[in-house]
């Protein structure tokens, strides 16, 4: 009687014990499980404080850091980044990406300074780089004058590099060479040789004489002289 009754103790000491250790990994889900709960609600906060587009600028800042990492390579191997990377887009992606251009970023030419000041500034905020490096040390440098005040006095703080000042000039010859682009209302010549029938017909010879002009002068020079063969 005493051995069984031993034996059902130590089975009951050993039931309980399983229970106990059961009950403790229980308790150990249970505050994993609550502290994944809390990173995520705390991450799902995060995302709510977001910019509506943050999505989509985060997808725009990866696509251009590939992009300069893609044309690094390629400068360091001696290729035309523009046109190995046009050869790798077949004709409806860039048919696509061309309708997209255009619809977002229609350029009708000059409607009014107000119109013509709002494209610029576009233009020139889309081809800016931040150069971050450059942004500390300066910041590092100026101290409290680097954001300033109405008391601060700038002048000689801050010298303009030879690579910014050759950058500003580049860019302000690519605006001249684009706005002489441009159609001009001219004045009719009444000397000029009338080789059209109607308006129409005269913008049209005006393109073929801008695009093929230099290359179909002496042919037109020989049939108007008689000596073409």
């Not at 990866?62 to 400068?75: H, P, Q, S, T, V």
């Not at 255009?102 to 013509?116: L, M, V, W, Y």
């Amino acid at each position: 009687m005493s051995e069984a009754a031993s034996s059902s103790t130590k089975t009951a000491a050993e039931k309980h014990a399983e229970r106990m250790k059961r009950l403790g990994q229980l308790h150990l889900k249970r505050n994993e499980a609550r502290q994944q709960n809390h990173k995520e609600v705390i991450e799902e906060d995060k995302r709510n404080k977001l910019p509506s587009n943050w999505e989509a600028r985060k997808r725009k800042a990866e696509w251009i850091m590939n992009d300069e990492k893609a044309r690094k390579e390629a400068a360091e191997k001696g290729l035309d980044y523009e046109r190995t990377k046009l050869l790798n887009i077949d004709a409806i992606e860039a048919e696509r990406l061309s309708r997209k251009r255009k619809k977002i970023d229609p350029n009708d030419g000059f409607a009014d300074f107000e119109q013509a000041t709002v494209r610029q500034y576009k233009q020139l905020i889309k081809n800016i780089k931040p150069d971050m490096e450059a942004y500390e040390e300066a910041k590092q440098k100026l101290g409290p004058a680097f954001y300033g005040d109405k008391n601060t006095i700038l002048h000689g703080l801050h010298v303009d590099k030879k690579e910014a000042i050759d950058k500003m000039v580049a860019d302000l010859e690519k605006q001249r060479a684009k706005r002489e682009k441009y159609s001009r209302r001219r004045m009719h010549n009444d000397d000029a040789d009338i080789d059209y029938i109607n308006e129409r017909n005269a913008k049209f010879n005006q393109k073929l004489e801008r695009f093929y002009g230099e290359h179909t002068r002496e042919t037109k020079q020989n049939l108007e002289r008689g000596t073409a063969i």
